[in-house]
């Protein structure tokens, strides 16, 4: 009797304990409260809705469907139409002028590495620059180089959009400048959005001189933030760890691979994280300069999703399309995740 | 001694040289915006490469700040309906302090829970908070614009309101907002709460006495990227507000666009003023910008 009193107290005590935690999360979820729900509503909601509406044929005579209104049920409900939005899009069977689900994917990808890539680089290098011993104009650099973070995103990206101006705009008027002092002879009327012919041939064959013009003003946009992440991390190296590496010898390059390379890299990953998915999802650039072409080339998948709505009105197709991106997207996060642990509580 | 001296001298003139070329780098396009603005002759592009365009004078500046914006009027044919630079000015303001307003509190609140409490459905809310932002928001216009319409404030839908924006564009804000303070606070040393619990200090007091005066650099920053988000942001507020009276400058700014001709220079003038309340408030919060991201706080 004994012996079996603890065997058959387990499941309770389990299950108390089970109470006991459940009780103990009520208080962290009232804190959560607030912010949860008002993303539950203002952005659950309509997201759960855009899943529904990815397994139907919802156009635009389907818009004055009202869920709060059972009498417009009936009239404007769209068809069910199962997994054919899905089928359709990665089959490249849409209507749309070129459409390719693939190859929009693929430069996508390309897109995202190659400027987060030049972002980092760059952005640490211009950190390391600019947290060198007695550099001088420190302050002014500093306060310059955040000016392209601190402009609003639409706004650059259309002042990018009239610099690559065919015929008057500013990097055509630079070349002719240059070509005047020294007298050499580049082109001066290149059309930047529009040259089909790739700059770089062979496995690059892809990439239409338009990418190279978006990617350098992505660049310039994307830089600043991994420097001012990448200066947090450096100003807090001691100094004494340069100082041993110095009397044991070590020379700069292994300075930077052994000691500030591992000690910035916990705030760099979470932060190529966030500009992973920043860039991937790049609509002000992509869609403002090169609009996508030429012949939809350029075309990333939010610039191609928001076509499908705003120049299609392909409401469920669009729907669709949004969950393929975000289970991608999700692929990504989740990659990182594994990697940073963003989500480990810092006190256990 | 001589030849450290030259060694010095040497490692600044290249340091100095390549900060150079990316300072080139970085003013090119806003010098080019400068002199966009200050063209008189308003066309789509200048003919030259110039900084003071001939003929070069603040008309446009003049033009936004004190003419009435024709694309934007509730009566057309009537001019004094039309939005001018201070209404819209004020709409812009009120919208994105809104949005910061309604970031920055809920969002201290929830990161404080995921901070510092081990609780059933932490991971799981922690990533449903990114994950929703993960979710391209092109087709959710329709069932949010569907959504905000039913609620009425007097007679009119919620939806055709700056409140109802600010509530959007803050619910957009809110994921990084939770994420980079639930990443600071992560550091604010737990024996400080320990001690004030000991004086008597209950769990609510903590947070707000403790916590937050402790956070003040990523309460600037969130409050900064929240204030951003609402400052530029036009392709919901053109989809659900109707009166012009409530249209902000992002707004105007895109009505210009729209055009068969941009007139350039009013554009560039725009442009100009709208970057100047956001670039002061970066140099003024610059110090905490720096400490504010959370990312230097994130274990790895």
């Known amino acids: 009797m004994a012996e079996a009193q603890p065997v058959l107290a387990r499941p309770t005590s389990r299950r108390r304990e089970f109470r006991r935690r459940l009780r103990a999360s009520l208080g962290p979820w009232l804190y959560i409260a607030p912010a949860g729900l008002v993303m539950l509503v203002i952005t659950l909601f309509p997201q759960l809705f855009q899943v529904w509406m990815a397994f139907t044929d919802f156009r635009i005579k389907h818009l004055r469907f009202n869920l709060f209104n059972p009498d417009t049920w009936a009239q404007f409900a769209p068809p069910f139409v199962g997994l054919a939005n899905f089928y359709k899009i990665l089959t490249n069977q849409l209507a749309i002028e070129n459409y390719d689900f693939w190859r929009i994917l693929a430069f996508n990808l390309t897109w995202t590495v190659t400027n987060v890539f030049f972002h980092v680089v760059l952005g640490v290098a211009i950190a390391l620059a600019l947290n060198s011993k007695g550099l001088l104009g420190r302050r002014v650099y500093r306060a310059l180089f955040v000016l392209p973070w601190a402009l609003p995103g639409y706004i650059t990206a259309l002042t990018w959009k009239n610099m690559y101006d065919p015929r008057f705009g500013a990097i055509n008027q630079l070349i002719a400048i240059v070509n005047n002092w020294l007298g050499t002879n580049f082109p001066t009327d290149t059309r930047w959005m529009d040259v089909a012919q790739p700059p770089i041939g062979g496995p690059l064959s892809f990439l239409p001189l338009a990418f190279y013009c978006v990617l350098l003003a992505n660049i310039w946009l994307g830089w600043p933030f991994m420097t001012v992440v990448a200066t947090g991390a450096l100003q807090a190296i001691p100094e004494e760890l340069y100082e041993a590496a110095s009397i044991d010898g070590a020379s700069g390059w292994q300075k930077f691979w052994k000691i500030t390379a591992p000690l910035i890299r916990p705030a760099m990953v979470p932060a190529i994280m966030l500009g992973t998915i920043w860039t991937f999802n790049q609509f002000n650039v992509i869609y403002f300069i090169s609009g996508g072409g030429p012949f939809g080339r350029t075309e990333i998948l939010v610039t191609q999703a928001f076509k499908l709505v705003y120049e299609q009105r392909l409401y469920g197709v669009a729907a669709a399309f949004s969950i393929v991106v975000f289970f991608i997207l999700l692929i990504i996060t989740l990659i990182n995740n594994r990697v940073t642990r963003a989500t480990e509580a810092y006190y256990v | ?300």
């Open chain 2, 1 to 300: 001694m001589f030849k450290i001296k030259r060694k010095e001298i040497l490692r600044q003139v290249a340091l100095q040289l390549f900060l150079l070329a990316v300072t080139a780098f970085v003013l090119f396009p806003i010098l080019w915006i400068f002199s966009l603005a200050l063209d008189p002759r308003n066309i789509d592009k200048p003919l030259e490469l110039r900084l003071i365009p001939p003929g070069a004078s603040l008309n446009s500046f003049r033009k936004i700040l004190t003419e009435p914006f024709r694309l934007l009027c509730k009566d057309p044919s009537n001019v004094s309906t039309c939005m001018t630079f201070p209404r819209l000015l004020g709409n812009s303001l009120l919208v994105s302090l809104g949005t910061s307003v309604i970031a920055v509190i809920l969002g201290a609140s929830a990161a404080y829970a995921f901070s510092r409490f081990q609780f059933i459905g932490r991971q799981a809310g922690m990533l449903g908070f990114i994950v929703l932002i993960m979710l391209p928001a092109s087709a959710t216009l329709a069932p949010l614009y569907v959504l905000l319409t039913q609620v009425k404030v007097g007679t009119e839908p919620l939806r055709a309101t700056l409140p109802g924006l600010m509530i959007a564009y803050g619910s957009g804000a809110l994921p990084f907002a939770i994420w980079n303070l639930k990443g600071y606070f992560d550091t604010v040393p737990r024996e400080l709460e320990e001690a004030a619990i000991i004086d008597g200090a209950n769990q609510f007091q903590v947070f707000y006495r403790i916590i937050i005066p402790l956070s003040t650099p990523a309460l600037a920053v969130t409050i900064l990227f929240s204030f951003m988000s609402g400052w530029t942001e036009f392709i919901l507020a053109w989809t659900f507000l109707e009166n012009p009276s409530r249209f902000t400058l992002a707004m105007a700014l895109r009505a210009m666009q729209g055009q068969f001709a941009t007139p350039w220079s009013d554009f560039a003038a725009l442009s100009i003023l709208m970057s100047i309340p956001v670039v002061a408030i970066f140099f003024g919060l610059q110090r905490f910008i720096v400490s504010g991201l959370s990312m230097g706080a994130v274990k790895g």
